[in-house]
């Protein structure tokens, strides 16, 4: 399963359309809307969650997306691991669903793949020691999305 979130940005004469619902029928992917701000005939702002049974799917639903208008930014593309504070405690490994954060045995290290990485950040919140950290770019911030 291919999980990645997006921030989409809205055109006015969208905001109507039922997208959602193509991307579920026509393209097989599963969504969880995390935030939004949508009015008829406004600009909108929308954080989805989408799910695909491949990236391909995925692809094309997001293609389907762009040709309708809306702007798609990949939220949360970068989570890191700062080695220096990391003892290798596990935790991260329990609610890394993707598999980006595993445990390699014999060794039993944590092994962060970020390749994997969907960016949801459920890792960065139960790090004991604040390894794990979130960079949505240097001039981004997730407040600013909902600016409309």
Do not use: H
Request: aromatic residues 10%; positive net charge.
């Amino acid at each position: 399963m291919f999980t990645q979130i997006y921030l989409l940005r809205f055109p006015k004469d969208t905001s109507d359309q039922p997208f959602v619902y193509r991307l579920v029928k026509e393209y097989d992917i599963e969504f969880n809307i995390l935030k939004a701000d949508i009015l008829l005939q406004r600009e909108g702002v929308m954080i989805i969650e989408l799910k695909g049974s491949s990236k391909s799917n995925v692809k094309a639903g997001l293609d389907y997306l762009r040709k309708m208008g809306i702007k798609i930014e990949r939220l949360a593309a970068r989570i890191r691991r700062d080695d220096g504070k990391c003892f290798q405690c596990g935790a991260c490994t329990a609610v890394c669903t993707p598999g980006a954060l595993y445990i390699k045995r014999p060794e039993m290290e944590v092994i962060f793949d970020a390749e994997k990485c969907t960016g949801c950040s459920l890792c960065v919140s139960l790090c004991p020691v604040r390894a794990m950290e979130v960079s949505l770019g240097e001039d981004w911030v997730l407040f600013e999305a909902f600016k409309v």
